[in-house]
């Protein structure tokens, strides 16, 4: 439902969704590795090993909102999954101003990381609209969505053991 909701307050309506015009719109900032690396003063090496390969959010105390970073050697997919990924992170508040950043081998990180992967999957592959225009296999979820291949067994999954109810058919008239 978090998904859903957060589709919809984004105004989001087309497929597929861009989350890295997201970020800015929340005034939040993004960074590429290359440009995150050279502001600190390190190398994308200290940014993968310190924090992640793919990517990683804080909240930034002197700008006063989150920062989205992302590996800029991935494929456009990955990175779009990526930033999805980061903004489940802000969106479920396992990165606010009293907890800046999620501690790289913290006892709850493996739910966290759970939950942020969901939170990317029904924000970029939302069943209701995907059901709603027939997409039945992974190939279509790819094109539709434009989600790394990696995703797609995940998404089918989820898009085919979604059912419509009292709650999601208002939200899918205001998707569609």
Not at 6 to 28: E, H, S, Y
Not at 44 to 54: E, F
Not at 61 to 84: G, H, L, M, S
Not at 146 to 151: E, L, N, S
């Amino acid at each position: 439902m978090l998904a859903m909701s957060f589709l919809l307050k984004q105004d989001i309506t087309t497929l597929p969704v861009n989350p890295c015009a997201i970020v800015p719109q929340n005034g939040w900032i993004l960074f590429s590795y290359a440009d995150f690396a050279a502001w600190i003063h390190k190398d994308i090496a200290h940014l993968q090993t310190h924090y992640d390969k793919d990517g990683f959010v804080l909240w930034s105390k002197p700008a006063q909102t989150f920062v989205v970073c992302y590996n800029d050697n991935a494929p456009q997919n990955e990175i779009r999954w990526t930033v999805a990924h980061e903004i489940g992170h802000i969106s479920l508040h396992h990165v606010s101003p009293s907890c800046p950043m999620l501690a790289r081998h913290g006892a709850g990180n493996r739910l966290y990381e759970l939950e942020a992967e969901c939170f990317a999957l029904r924000v970029l592959c939302p069943a209701p609209v995907l059901r709603e225009c027939g997409v039945n296999t992974p190939e279509e979820i790819t094109g539709m969505c434009g989600i790394p291949d990696t995703r797609t067994g995940a998404a089918l999954a989820y898009v085919q053991g979604f059912a419509a109810d009292s709650q999601t058919a208002p939200l899918l008239s205001g998707i569609m």
